[in-house]
């Protein structure tokens, strides 16, 4: 197995324990190195010091756990290895140039300061556009749902489409445009987890006779738009990449307000023929 194959793999196991002693014992351990060795080579196949990508990777999980849960700082600070609040403070600061309690505060979300996790040998990013939307009215249902960062990790193609079904209910066909406008927030009953709001859409011309629903008002402003296309089982994972590498790699700081989900379906798609592939307009509202 060449260098290059050695560290891919060594990042997948990285990626899944940090919240585990990661000393450079137990790292070489694993990758059945000398340590002196192990970090000669991860420094020549990724240009980063070992130890230094786990402390910013570990600060960069805890920087989400701030944002997207009300878990008490000194319980992120413990999970991701750092052995008092004072001493995560003084590394967050460092890496966010703001205070963990300021960080999880702000209205905005800025993702300057946040390590993305190294790709090796992976697909291309999906490709940006700026885009500024006028105001657009919808009808709709909005439904909630609750879940730990673990399980937003896991598919939601699921939840997706038994709200569809759900909302279309007993329509002849499926609309060639639907929406799906979405956003997060701390839960008020556990502090390990979110609450997700969810609401699916479609234009009033689209909207059948019989298709009960609310107004919804979209409003305008400015979004960073990603396109996709395939399977609706790998779209979670898409929306993960973008947040998780596009995102900061572009410095973007995302505003207040819903993530957008366009889809675009086969005139031939119905309830009982649900499509195999589709293509998906995502975008997040930004300020730039």
């Given at each position: ?12 196991w990285l990626e899944g324990h940090l ?37 910013a990777r570990r600060l960069s999980k ?227």
């Amino acid at each position: 197995m060449d260098q290059a194959s050695i560290i891919r793999d060594l990042l997948d196991w990285l990626e899944g324990h940090l919240d585990q002693p990661l000393s450079l014992d137990n790292v070489a351990a694993k990758a059945g190195y000398s340590k002196w060795h192990l970090q000669r080579m991860f420094k020549e196949v990724t240009g980063n010091a070992i130890g230094a990508y786990i402390r910013a990777r570990r600060l960069s999980k805890a920087a989400v756990a701030l944002r997207l849960t009300s878990r008490p700082i000194l319980d992120i600070a413990l999970q991701y290895r750092f052995d008092s609040q004072q001493t995560f403070t003084r590394a967050f600061k460092k890496q966010f140039n703001q205070t963990p309690a300021y960080y999880r505060r702000s209205e905005e979300w800025c993702s300057i300061g946040i390590c993305s996790p190294i790709r090796m040998g992976q697909d291309p990013l999906p490709e940006a556009h700026f885009v500024s939307i006028p105001e657009k009215q919808l009808v709709g249902i909005t439904q909630s749902y609750s879940c730990s960062l673990e399980q937003l990790s896991a598919s939601r193609s699921d939840l997706r489409k038994h709200f569809w079904t759900q909302y279309l209910g007993n329509v002849a066909s499926v609309p060639p445009v639907l929406y799906g406008l979405h956003h997060s927030r701390q839960s008020l009953d556990k502090d390990d987890e979110q609450d997700i709001l969810y609401t699916t859409a479609i234009s009033p011309e689209h909207r059948p006779d019989n298709l009960e629903g609310e107004p919804i008002t979209l409003k305008s402003g400015e979004y960073v738009q990603f396109n996709y296309e395939g399977a609706p089982e790998e779209l979670q994972r898409f929306i993960l990449t973008v947040y998780g590498t596009c995102v900061p790699k572009l410095g973007l700081t995302r505003r207040k307000g819903y993530d957008i989900e366009i889809f675009h379906l086969d005139s031939e798609a119905s309830k009982e023929n649900p499509p195999t592939t589709f293509r998906c307009e995502y975008l997040i509202p930004i300020i730039r």
